[in-house]
């Protein structure tokens, strides 16, 4: 068995080496907002803090068929909503994706979200250096009182 362990805590080492040559990014508090019926898409949101240098370049998620990083803001009076092709992470600085900001749009979904469930999201980060790391999570489904925002997105498409 002594000749497993050491093997082990090899891979384990060499796991921790490539770690640390890629960028690095640790998630916080990810949560989906649960859908209304009909509704077909929805936000997914969360706090991101990369170690180093790096951008969020897609997601996915197997309830959409779009996965699409997105950003809203003030343009004079009215909240736009877009879709951006990458979302930079500075390094050491937390990110805020959250309602009214950026946020992970998931469109047309294959199914209701419900609350109390889990989404699956996978997040691709791209560092300086242009290797790219997927990161897996489950972000737990929320239902919030008032979608604001998103009430307007519904039915939009790029
Ligand atoms: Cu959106």
Redesign the pocket.
């Known amino acids: 068995m002594l000749h497993k362990t050491s093997a082990r805590l090899a891979l384990a080492a060499a796991l921790l080496l490539s770690g640390l040559a890629h960028a690095q990014v640790g998630v916080q508090g990810a949560w989906v907002r649960a859908t209304v019926p009909q509704q077909k898409a929805t936000?997914a949101f969360m706090l991101l803090t990369s170690a180093q240098d790096a951008r969020l370049v897609s997601a996915s998620s197997p309830v959409a068929a779009v996965v699409e990083i997105?950003e809203m803001k003030m343009e004079g009076d009215v909240m736009k909503?877009r879709a951006v092709p990458t979302l930079d992470l500075p390094a050491g600085k937390t990110v805020e994706l959250k309602p009214g900001g950026y946020?992970i749009?998931l469109l047309d979904l294959k199914q209701p979200v419900a609350a109390g469930g889990t989404v699956p999201l996978t997040l691709v980060f791209e560092g300086k250096d242009g290797r790219r790391q997927p990161l897996e999570l489950q972000a737990p489904v929320r239902a919030l009182g008032a979608p604001a925002g998103?009430d307007a997105?519904g039915g939009h498409r790029h």
């Open positions: 936000g997105h909503m946020h749009m998103h997105h």
